[in-house]
């Protein structure tokens, strides 16, 4: 089968792996920074279009403050020590999810990434980021009813955060859990699903590229019968 499109993965296990190191929790997120530049070279190598690298769940808001701000840290460093380097590689990064929310440095940071990126197009990166697949549909259609708009599958795919994105073809986790934890719950319909149990901070560009050979030996079907 072809390349996927779109991989987009679900960065779980930092804590465990912390714990495995003797760790605070802190520091395995602080781990995962190296994962991400593994995952986003995995991206380029192989030529995919699309990477999601979902980040921050809304439902992450119930862990103790202090790692929420270490990752809300985290997450402004990251942009702003590679987002350079990702513009002179071709990426352009998107941010979705609910920004209002994210303190305001960590908001600048988001528009200067996505502002400087924006003429580049040999990858897009999108970061999830204080984002809900719920919360997603739910504001999609809330805006569709609010302009009197008909609701369909077209009209609510155009409320989304990022209508220009297709669909995820197939979706990594790590660390072994099976599930999707409120992420990509419209665009997940027909993605496939990958799991490693692999932490987040291992995780390398080898086993991404591994990733896409697993993928490309499924059948998919979309509710049809299998091709000859
Ligand atoms: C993923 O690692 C990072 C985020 C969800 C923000 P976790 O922090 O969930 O790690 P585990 O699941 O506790 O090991
Ligand atoms: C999912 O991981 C969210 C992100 C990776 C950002 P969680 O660790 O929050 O998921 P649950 O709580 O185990 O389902
Ligand atoms: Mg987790």
């Known amino acids: 089968m072809s390349l996927p499109r779109h991989v987009a993965i679900i960065m779980d296990g930092n804590g465990r792996w912390a714990e495995a ?9 602080l781990a995962g920074h190296g994962a991400i530049r593994e995952a986003v070279q995995g991206a380029l190598d192989a030529g995919v279009d699309w ?3 979902f ?7 119930r862990r103790p403050s ?5 990752l809300f840290d985290l997450f ?16 352009r990064i ?12 960590l908001r600048e940071a988001i528009d200067t990434a996505e502002r400087i990126s924006a003429g580049q ?19 999609a259609a809330a805006r569709l009813a609010a302009r009197g708009e008909p609701i369909d599958e077209t009209s609510l795919r155009s409320a ?11 979706i990594v986790r790590t660390s072994g859990e099976l599930r999707l934890s409120n992420f990509f719950l419209w665009q997940s319909a027909y993605s496939e699903i990958w799991v490693t149990e692999t932490l987040w901070p291992d995780f390398t560009k080898e086993e991404f590229a591994h990733a896409i050979r697993a993928y490309q030996s499924r059948q998919r079907r979309f509710g049809g019968v299998p091709q000859g």
């Not at 197009?121 to 504001?139: K, P, T, W």
């Not at 989304?160 to 197939?170: I, S, T």
Request: charged share 25%; net charge negative; hydrophobic share 35%.
């Open 66 to 70: 202090s790692e929420v701000q270490a």
């Open 121 to 139: 197009s040999r990858l897009h990166l999108v970061g999830a980021l204080n984002y809900g697949g719920r919360q997603e549909i739910v504001q």
């Open 76 to 91: 402004e460093s990251v942009l702003r020590e590679e987002t350079p380097e990702l513009v002179e590689q071709g990426v």
């Open 94 to 105: 998107h941010i979705i999810g609910e920004r209002g929310d994210l303190p305001a440095t």
């Open 51 to 53: 990477l999601t690298l």
């Open 55 to 61: 980040a921050f769940s809304t439902e992450n808001w």
């Open 160 to 170: 989304l955060y990022l209508p220009e994105m297709p669909d995820p073809d197939l």
């Open 21 to 29: 190191h003797g760790l605070p929790r802190y520091r395995g997120h």
